[in-house]
């Protein structure tokens, strides 16, 4: 499931850019937003894959800072003639944009978000966690869940009665595990989709462990679940 976010304060092109995004197979609107302030909270706290905006909010220092695989720049052909723009744009959807641009736009992001994945992260099966003063190497087979408690961390592994701790952020962790399978299902909570026994409408049931699921997540966790069954 991709995770896009669009920032734009354009409001002809912003609400047909989100009609025309959502019906790309595996898309997931993380959320559409006039400014780069009004969307910083929610890139503090999604994993986002794909970050629509324009050129001015993507060299902001603020969403500089943000490791974002893919950069689309909007706006109009005459706005976009430099190629020296300080960061590494994927591509330019040029206004005004047609449906078929941007489906053509969300494979060519698929292709490449698969050749990333596969370059990196679906080859390294293992994470080191900090510890108690030691590098602790885990296997992502053995982790159940993971719980954020403000600047600290604790894993959930198979077969441990008790958590590890570390002084890393939940955050820190979203962008380190493959999403094909580690989903954040709540502010709190990040869980292995491999794990899981049980989902309701409010809880997933891992082992003897009892994980809820946010508001904000629940209709992203549905997505994957779907295609998943496909």
Same mark, same amino acid.
């Given at each position: 499931m991709r995770k896009i976010i669009i920032i734009s304060d354009d409001d002809r092109y912003r609400p047909l850019l989100h009609e025309y995004l959502k019906t790309g197979p595996g898309i997931f609107i993380a959320g559409m937003f006039a400014t780069a302030e009004e969307a910083q909270p929610t890139l503090d706290e999604i994993k986002c894959d794909?970050?629509?905006? &324009?050129?001015?909010?993507?060299?902001?220092?603020? $969403?500089?800072r943000k490791e974002i695989p893919v950069l689309v720049? +909007?706006?109009?052909? =005459?706005?976009?003639? /430099?190629?020296?723009?300080? *960061?590494?744009?994927?591509?330019? @959807?040029? @206004?005004?944009? &047609?449906?078929? *641009?941007v489906?053509? @736009?969300?494979?060519?992001?698929?292709? %490449?978000?698969?050749?990333? /994945?596969?370059?990196?992260?679906?080859? !390294?099966?293992?994470?080191? $966690? =900090?510890?108690?003063?030691?590098? $602790? *190497?885990?296997? @992502?087979?053995?982790? +159940? %869940?993971? &719980?954020?408690? !403000?600047?600290?961390?604790?894993?959930?592994?198979?077969? =441990?009665?008790?958590p590890l701790t570390t002084l890393q952020n939940l955050k820190d962790f979203e962008t380190k595990l493959p999403d094909h399978n580690f989903i954040r299902v709540h502010r709190s909570?990040?869980?292995s989709l491999s794990q899981v026994d049980s989902i309701s409408r409010s809880e997933i049931v891992i082992g003897t462990h009892v994980i809820p699921i946010g508001n904000a997540y629940r209709q992203m966790l549905d997505e994957i679940i779907n295609a998943a069954n496909q």
């Open positions: 794909v970050l629509f905006a &324009s050129l001015p909010v993507l060299l902001l220092p603020a $969403i500089e720049c +909007l706006g109009e052909e =005459k706005d976009m003639v /430099s190629p020296e723009t300080g *960061r590494n744009i994927f591509a330019w @959807l040029h @206004l005004p944009f &047609s449906y078929e *641009r489906l053509s @736009l969300l494979q060519n992001i698929e292709l %490449y978000m698969i050749q990333l /994945s596969t370059r990196t992260e679906e080859k !390294r099966g293992y994470v080191f $966690i =900090k510890s108690e003063y030691k590098l $602790i *190497r885990i296997n @992502l087979s053995d982790i +159940l %869940y993971l &719980s954020g408690l !403000r600047d600290y961390t604790q894993v959930f592994l198979k077969g =441990k009665l008790s909570y990040i869980i």
